[in-house]
Nanobody, 114 residues
Framework: QVQLVESGGGLVQAGGSLRLSCVASGVAFRTKVAGWYRQAPGKQRELVATRSMVGSTWYLDSVKGRFTISRDNSKNTVYLQMNGLKPEDTAVYYC????????WGQGTQVTVAS
């Protein structure tokens, strides 16, 4: 079973940047469309960005132009570069396969202060 470990979150001021990382155990994750999700307090988890094995990407409208998803299959790692952070980006961020998700990791907390 694939295990997912997210890291890189923290507390930043509005306008700041963070780079999240997600390391997957095993190689099964390499063949999946990778996605970053987030869940804010009292809200449902939402999909923020995806990246296919061939590099196609999709972004939630509210993060377009600010977030960039990338992956390094040699390291079984998916990244989310977040620039121009806003208070509404505050959430716990998770990664997972989009179409057939594995068990969820613990996520990484991102807090953006105004």
């Amino acid at each position: 079973q694939v295990q997912l470990v997210e890291s890189g979150g923290g507390l930043v001021q509005a306008g700041g940047s963070l780079r999240l990382s997600c390391v997957a155990s095993g190689v099964a994750f390499r063949t999946k469309v990778a996605g970053w999700y987030r869940q804010a307090p009292g809200k449902q988890r939402e999909l923020v960005a995806t990246r296919s094995m061939v590099g196609s990407t999709w972004y939630l409208d509210s993060v377009k132009g600010r977030f960039t998803i990338s992956r390094d299959n040699s390291k079984n790692t998916v990244y989310l570069q977040m620039n121009g952070l806003k208070p509404e980006d505050t959430a716990v961020y998770y990664c997972n396969a989009v179409n057939s998700p594995f068990s969820w990791g613990q996520g990484t907390q991102v807090t953006v202060a105004s």
